[in-house]
């Protein structure tokens, strides 16, 4: 069975331009998380979603960041504009339900230069 | 924010030697997880421990819970250099549904 497919893997823009990640979740999953990772440092949730809603965003910065997951299965997260402070690596995990492990893609390393 | 903190932050052991974390968390949770991550890879899950519950073992690895301490721990035993990574908890808590919140993780380095 495929885990969760991220892509592209590295991305490097420009400040200002915009900037889509995607994620594929594995097959009947039904959370889905989006993770921000800095360099030496844990991930920090930015996104979770239960099916095609949205149930935790309070740490997604709304200004520049977006997200959605259309019919609750595939799901893209946005950046517009980027910004330097951006640069990262952006994870998605997705997990059965409740109480249940989560599994994680490759993650999206970001450069923002 | 980050709900659990690892300590030691960083670690390095002999090939063989014992190699212990420690994660402490805030709130009450439903469960605990850790997991591993490799330079430049994604996380992988290794053992899931639930609030019921206060030891597990999987292979070489042993997890132990203390609610009343809000703490658990990550034995792993014999360890070798291919354990080389950093380890993360996260906690699922009781009122948030399946938010699961991570450490800042324990980078572990075993010597060969």
């Known amino acids: 069975e495929a885990g969760v497919v991220q892509s592209p893997r590295y991305k490097i823009i420009e400040k200002k331009q915009p900037v889509a990640f995607w994620c594929n979740p594995i097959s009947g999953h039904n959370t889905l998380y989006w993770y921000l990772q800095n360099l030496g440092q844990g991930p920090e949730l930015l996104i979770r979603?239960?099916?095609?809603?949205?149930?935790?965003d309070s740490q997604l910065p709304k200004d520049r960041f977006s997200a959605e997951r259309l019919k609750g299965v595939d799901s893209t997260l946005k950046i517009q504009p980027a910004e330097l402070g951006d640069s990262a690596v952006y994870l998605c995990a997705s997990s059965l339900g409740k109480n249940t492990e989560a599994f994680f893609g490759q993650g999206t390393r970001l450069t923002v230069v | 924010s980050q709900q659990g903190e690892e300590d030691p932050q960083a670690l390095s052991i002999q090939e063989g030697e014992n190699a212990t974390m420690n994660c402490s968390y805030k709130?009450?949770?439903?469960?605990l997880q850790w997991y591993r991550q490799n330079s430049g890879r994604g996380l992988v899950h290794l053992i899931l421990?639930?609030?019921?519950?206060r030891e597990k073992h999987s292979g070489r690895l042993r997890v132990t819970l203390d609610t009343s301490k809000k703490s658990s721990s990550l034995l792993i035993t014999a360890s070798r250099a291919a354990d080389t990574a950093s380890y993360f908890c996260a906690t699922m808590n009781n009122n948030a549904g399946n938010m699961l919140t991570f450490g800042g993780g324990t980078r572990l380095m075993v010597k060969p």
């Open positions: 421990i639930r609030s019921n519950e």
């Open positions: 709130t009450s949770i439903n469960n």
């Open positions: 979603y239960e099916n095609e809603e949205a149930v935790d």
